[in-house]
């Protein structure tokens, strides 16, 4: 048995210490429940009244430890951030799925604000009725079923979190219910409306007019974006997000041209779809303006099973954004060589090392993807890596630009 301090006291055989903090008065009890240490303040500066204290409050946890009560409790929302932190996890490390997102944004902007301050096993099912309530307040209608089920399986996982971490018996956990009305679906084009659609897209696209050429860029993604879905039935976002060439499938039979979309992936199971011909024109068109790969023949990078995206919005965006980058580097360099803001003011030098920080981390960066920028015949890999550069670096510089504004210089 370890030896205690001359300054601690005992009481129930030693199974229960009493102590004093440095900067507090009153005695702490500390002892032992299962394989826990529980401390907590008796409240009590006479010894003599703390030891009683403290022989109620070991009577009490042990009471609580003999019926499946939880022994310590926290407020919802430092387990909500234990959830929140660990979803963000999954997602930064590439296994989270895509609806954790939802779960996220459900603790941050309803859970949080309404349970925050409760104790996590006291959440009772008045309070729920409370907070279905206030959540309509908030949203300003009634929310639909998949809302409300996005928002229960996250309150879910906060309470199984509680309950992981010992803070929340699993009896206590309140069953959610789910009240609210079916989702409508959402409005779709007629046959007039698509066949109206697709004649008037190529003129739209190629519209000599637009200024500047990421809106043109923009608009034959567009064009052919549409072409694709419609006629592979594929969904947008995530489905098309994922999708590579390595999945594109073209083989001829009987004198046909057939196309397929192997293993496609997004809120179903994954699938092959077989597509109507419409959609290879589109590929095609796609596959002439993605520099890496515009060198070589179709039907040959396609045998190559690359891993490169088969909608790839940056290989028609990055050179304007790398362009938008070295110029707004340009302005804060020279911002910080002449010492003054627009404003006249002088920036402090804790202000001035915080953006040169930044400029620092980034100029590198934006060489590598010059480099890579003028290259011709660019691999996947390399693709990815001046996607990454530029959109990281621009991402920064214009952190150091907000920083900038708002210390006013």
Request: hydrophobic share 40%; glycine share 6%; proline share 3%.
């Given at each position: ?148 089920t996005t928002h229960n399986t ?156 088969a909608t790839p919005l940056y ?95």
């Amino acid at each position: 048995m370890a030896k205690l301090s001359p300054t601690t006291e005992t009481v129930l055989d030693g199974d229960v210490r009493l102590t004093r903090r440095g900067g507090s008065s009153a005695w702490q009890a500390a002892f032992k429940i299962g394989d826990r240490w529980v401390r907590v303040t008796t409240r009590c500066r006479q010894l003599t009244e703390a030891k009683a204290a403290a022989k109620d409050l070991y009577l009490e946890y042990k009471f609580k430890d003999k019926h499946d009560l939880p022994i310590v409790t926290k407020r919802f929302d430092a387990v909500a951030a234990l959830v929140v932190a660990d979803l963000r996890k999954q997602l930064e490390a590439g296994v989270g799925k895509k609806v954790f997102k939802d779960y996220i944004t459900a603790i941050e902007t309803y859970l949080i604000p309404f349970f925050g301050t409760k104790h996590v096993n006291n959440v009772s099912f008045t309070e729920l009725k409370e907070f279905a309530v206030w959540r309509a307040t908030k949203m300003k209608r009634e929310p639909k079923a998949s809302t409300i089920t996005t928002h229960n399986t996250a309150l879910n996982r906060v309470f199984e979190e509680a309950v992981n971490r010992g803070y929340m018996s699993k009896s206590k956990i309140p069953i959610l219910v789910n009240a609210g009305d079916d989702g409508e679906r959402r409005p779709d084009f007629d046959l007039d409306a698509y066949r109206s659609l697709v004649r008037k897209l190529p003129n739209w696209a190629k519209d000599d007019t637009v200024h500047t050429q990421k809106s043109r860029d923009m608009r034959m993604l567009l064009w052919d974006y549409v072409i694709v879905l419609a006629n592979s039935g594929i969904r947008h976002g995530t489905e098309a997000e994922n999708l590579r060439w390595r999945q594109v499938h073209v083989w001829e039979e009987k004198g046909r041209v057939y196309l397929e979309l192997q293993g496609v992936k997004g809120k179903t199971r994954v699938h092959n779809t077989i597509c109507r011909p419409s959609a290879i024109a589109a590929l095609r068109r796609i596959h002439a303006r993605t520099h890496s790969i515009a060198g070589t023949d179709f039907e040959v990078m396609l045998k190559q099973r690359l891993t490169l995206g088969a909608t790839p919005l940056y290989a028609v965006t990055v050179e304007e954004d790398l362009q938008e980058a070295v110029s707004l580097m340009g302005e804060l360099q020279a911002c910080l060589a002449g010492g003054l803001g627009s404003a006249g003011i002088t920036p402090s030098p804790e202000d001035m090392a915080a953006v040169r920080l930044i400029l620092v981390q980034v100029d590198q960066d934006l060489r590598m993807a010059d480099l890579l920028v003028h290259k011709k015949g660019r691999t996947p890999q390399e693709e990815l890596l001046l996607n990454a550069w530029t959109q990281g670096g621009l991402a920064m510089l214009k952190v150091a630009e907000a920083y900038r504004v708002e210390h006013g210089y």
